[in-house]
């Protein structure tokens, strides 16, 4: 994460000081140090059973759930709505395709909130994380109130980072805001720098690897 990231979720943490957390993808653990200091329990789902034997030792009062988040959301958010607990964070750093992201936004929205709950979504500028977060049916749900895949903006890398291809964007923060009472009004999603991730766009590797998917997709097989 970058220093910009890291401020904003310390910020948000500090606030609001949830009861309950969730992290979904959780890695090396960077980010659930950062949970469980500010929330009296938090949950952490990954993939990857390492994740549990790696971090176990270091945060004995988190909740490893080890699976496919496809199954592992539901499970845990069903129980948490069983125990009626107050779910007040969810930082969603998982699959980074665009149905992955969007499966996971929309397993998390099934939750009905019993207190105000800050759901933030981590690479919001890297196109395919973000064409998922614009696929959700976010109005569909009742209780959240905003949305802005642009909380905090993330940027252009030209060499490559963390396993990502130079000229490629990554990192930034989408937020949407969920609150027990239903709103009353229609629902807008905003991006405070969309046009800025346009332009990125434009300039970086993912143009062109997106015209090859789309060419590939238009290729039918050769008559036998």
Known sequence: MSVAEQFCLVGLLERHRPEV??????????????LAAYSARVISIDLDPGVRTQLEARFPRAEFHTGPSSEKIPEVLGNLARDEA?????LIDGDHTARGVQADIEAVLQYRPRAPLQVLM?????????????????????????????????????????????????????????????RSGPLEVTAAQEAMHRIMFRHSAHRIWHKVARRLRRLRPFPS
């Open 21 to 34: 957390a969730l992290e979904i993808g959780t890695h090396f653990g960077g980010s659930l140090q950062v």
């Open 86 to 90: 107050r779910l007040g964070f969810v």
């Open 122 to 182: 981590h690479d919001s500028f890297n196109p395919d994380c973000r064409a998922g977060m614009r696929r959700v049916r976010w109005s569909e749900c009742p209780f959240v109130h905003a949305v802005e895949l642009d909380y905090v903006a993330g940027g252009f890398h030209l060499t490559p980072q963390g396993g990502a291809f130079a000229r490629s964007l990554w990192g930034g923060f989408a937020l949407a805001v969920l609150r027990p009472e239903p």
